[in-house]
């Protein structure tokens, strides 16, 4: 089988202002190795992330072995960054790119003898508006694996095909590009919470449920609270960035393909089961740390004291040094008062009714004046 303008293009994702985008760029100003190729190269800026894409391209009909040929190119000329590039990259993604008048039978064959890839019954493949992109290496979903997605891209020959291809892929607007960037932030989050780090993160909230639920000492369940609130703030962090790229690679999904059965949506589902999982256990992390700060306020509440007496208190109140008040002793002592009222009685009597009346007013003026003298000399003191 024949390949109608073959091509490898790659691109590497970086996190803006990483420095091994710089170091990327400096390797690819060096020729490639091969003569046949005519070598493209471009960098740029988007969405927070650094990009460097580079494509080795021959013109005409080729042998379906070409594509193996332009991978040792490319191989020899990036050197050690084709599998390791500099820096933290999120990712890679390889395409080989051609034409080809072919059917789904017949691809899955020429992408055998192309790549010399073992015989499957069949591979992922999503059908674009020009051609058909097939899953040939999956990226990595874990720590340990190879971070770099490799694809085949097959499209019709007529004229005016590769354009539209460029239109998708090749640019700072292409929605394949950009869809690509999407997948390998959030790929990149996924291998930071693996199973080695989900498995730790269960069980620090185990140490803190098992702490708050029996009578260990404060200080360990602390550490355990500490620790537990550390990675549990970390996790959401990951969390929301994680949403983040899965909502803007489901937009990106809905533009390019329609078909829920496609590798684009198999991908979007791996996604969406990863920030359920997440999810609970964020839900779990919140209870822990709940129950724990119960525990810890339970411990920290003083001794409940002997129960209050019934009997009625004291008349007395105590003063500022904590002693009890005096008594209050009474204005006058008791003698005066029938005193008082035999002369008030003896002032009333007389034969002329004004002269009451003026005695009245006077001791009542009098005797306001001695009810509120010693109440005013109080206060002032």
Not at 96 to 102: K, Q
Request: proline share 9%; with cysteine.
């Amino acid at each position: 089988m024949e390949l109608y303008d073959p091509a490898l293009t790659v691109a590497f994702f970086y996190p803006a202002g990483d420095e091994g985008s710089d170091l990327l760029w400096q390797a690819v100003q060096s020729p490639p190795p091969g003569k046949k190729s005519r070598l493209r190269r471009r960098r740029f800026g988007t969405d927070g992330a650094g990009i460097v894409q580079v494509a080795l391209e021959r013109e005409g009909h080729w042998e379906a072995s070409t594509w193996r040929e332009l991978a040792g190119e490319m191989e020899r000329w990036l050197g050690m960054a084709w599998d390791n590039p500099p820096g933290q990259p999120w990712g890679s993604t390889r395409i080989y790119l051609a034409g080809s008048v072919t059917g789904l039978y017949e691809e899955q064959q020429l992408l055998q003898e192309a790549l010399a890839l073992p015989g499957q019954p069949s591979r992922p493949m999503t059908p674009l508006p020009t051609g058909r992109i097939w899953l040939v290496v999956p990226p990595a979903m874990t720590a340990e694996g190879n971070p770099a997605a490799t694809y085949a891209w097959l499209h019709s020959p007529r004229e005016g095909s590769r354009q539209e291809v460029e239109t998708l892929w090749w640019g700072e607007k292409a929605p394949l590009l950009r869809l690509e960037l999407y997948l390998h932030r959030a790929l990149h989050l996924l291998r930071q919470y693996g199973p080695k780090e989900r498995a730790d993160f269960w069980a620090t909230l185990e140490e803190v449920e098992a702490g708050a639920s029996s009578p260990a000492e404060e200080s360990l369940l602390r550490q355990a609270c500490r620790s537990a609130l550390r990675k549990t703030a970390s996790l959401n962090r990951r969390h929301n960035l994680l949403r983040s790229s899965t909502y803007l690679y489901r937009q990106m999904v809905s533009e390019l393909c329609q078909d829920k059965g496609s590798l684009l949506a198999w991908y979007e589902k791996r996604l969406e089961e990863a920030l359920t999982q997440w999810g609970y256990d964020l839900e779990r992390a919140d209870r822990s740390i709940a129950l724990a700060q119960t525990a810890l306020a339970l411990q920290s509440e003083p001794p409940a004291g002997p129960p209050m007496s019934a009997q009625p208190a004291p008349a007395t109140s105590p003063t500022s040094e904590g002693t009890p008040a005096a008594p209050r002793r009474p204005i006058l002592p008791w003698p005066a008062y029938p005193v008082a009222a035999a002369i008030i009685a003896l002032c009333l009597v007389d034969e002329n009714y004004l002269v009451i009346a003026a005695r009245a007013a006077f001791l009542l003026v009098l005797s306001l004046a001695l009810w509120a003298y010693p109440r005013l000399h109080r206060s002032a003191r």
